[in-house]
């Protein structure tokens, strides 16, 4: 069975389009389900880069081909992986919104002679995973350790986190307790969620019994973010002044005007906000709102999208549209551009995304909007959950 898969894959590069006129790259993400809207903004960010970009680069034509999983399926994703690489000829693949669904196509990388451009998943160890994966969305470790220097700066000595029970939820909880400890805080309690948790309940009345004075969570964007936030308020922890704080994951543009004035005050650190003040941005969000439709579902995965879809058009360019995941890949390492988001640079060892990281407040402006209102930065921030696997 080896050697025959060996003999179709051998099969499929041999015969993909190594001059072709139409490079495509195949996006595996949630397009239909509880997470749908996370798959249309990878769609928003892909339409808004080709209507800034054109959908051309040189004499190749970009086209994306969709698959969708609408949620965590490691099993579905590989096979659709399979499927693209084999029977659609797909020079690249992208996408991937959950972690399992990255790891579990990553091992037929390399004998597809295709790269990966992880637009989401945040677990660090995907880079790990195979030699032909970039990142340019971000990881847990990069943005849940600097809001630990945040939480005792604010007075916290003493915290509990929150987070769910896979990759990037074990990654959060490590990164915070680590960054905590290290300004001389202590985590007295550690909880992990299943990731279908929808009762939070009793997780609230266990953070009240810990002692701790603030707590840190982790939750994938999604209908259980805004479950946990109404949680939080409703059985008393805000107003006993236990302080909340988490990755921006929990307060998505998305989900703000659900939240309403319940989110109004919430601290997370991010990568990046819809209303971050630039020229690039400006750009982007008019295009990405355009393509999305309604802008108020305009999230982060469409940064992630648009930059994945850069970075790319620029591995289609260093390989004049051949088919050579290698080549591709050593083109992008070391890239630096402005994104939406701020200054990027693909690390040139890691092939993880270095970048800003933005401590945000939910705010509501004049008009009665709510937004992320970044004010502080962290620059140039890597992934110390690739240096703490090192250790």
């Known amino acids: 069975m080896r050697k025959l898969l060996t003999t179709v894959f051998a099969l499929a590069v041999m015969s993909g389009a190594a001059y072709a006129d139409t490079i495509k790259v195949g996006v595996i993400g949630p397009f239909s389900g509880p997470f749908a809207l996370q798959g249309k903004n990878f769609k928003a960010g892909i339409d808004a880069f080709f209507a800034i970009n054109g959908n051309k680069v040189g004499d190749n034509q970009i086209e994306v081909v969709y698959r969708d999983v609408p949620t965590a399926d490691p099993a579905k994703s590989k096979a659709f992986a399979q499927e693209l690489i084999v029977k659609e000829g797909v020079q690249y693949l992208a996408g991937f919104y959950f972690t399992p669904d990255a790891m579990a196509a990553a091992p037929l990388l390399q004998q597809g002679n295709v790269p990966m451009v992880v637009m989401n998943a945040a677990t660090s160890a995907i880079v790990s995973a195979s030699p032909n994966v970039v990142r340019t969305s971000f990881t847990t470790w990069q943005t849940a350790t600097p809001i630990a220097k945040v939480a005792k700066e604010a007075g916290a000595s003493k915290m509990i986190t929150l987070v769910s029970d896979y990759g990037p939820g074990i990654d959060a909880e490590n990164a915070f307790k680590t960054a905590f400890e290290k300004e001389g805080g202590k985590v007295v309690e550690s909880i992990r969620m299943p990731l279908n948790t929808n009762d939070f309940a009793p997780l609230m009345q266990r953070v009240k019994d810990s002692g701790a004075e603030a707590l840190f969570t982790f939750l994938p964007s999604g209908p259980p973010t805004l479950a946990f936030v109404k949680a939080y308020n409703d059985n008393g922890l805000k107003t006993a002044g236990i302080k909340f704080y988490a990755t921006g994951d929990l307060t998505q543009e998305s989900d703000l005007p659900a939240l309403a004035d319940a989110g109004v005050g919430l601290q997370t650190s991010f990568h990046y906000a819809v209303s971050h003040d630039s020229p690039e941005n400006k750009a982007f969000v008019a295009a990405a709102e355009k393509a999305i439709g309604n802008p108020a579902e305009l999230s982060f995965p469409a940064v992630g999208a648009f930059d994945g879809m850069y970075v790319i058009s620029k591995m289609v360019e260093a390989t004049k549209g051949k088919q050579d995941a290698a080549t591709a890949v050593a083109a992008v390492k070391g890239l630096a551009w402005t994104s939406p988001r701020g200054p990027v640079v693909i690390d040139a060892e890691s092939r993880h995304i270095t970048q800003n990281i933005y401590l ?21 921030q890597g992934d110390p959950g690739l240096a703490a696997a090192k250790k």
């Open 360 to 380: 945000r407040e939910v705010a509501k402006d004049a008009s009665g909007k709510y937004y992320n209102k970044e004010i502080r930065t962290f620059e140039k």
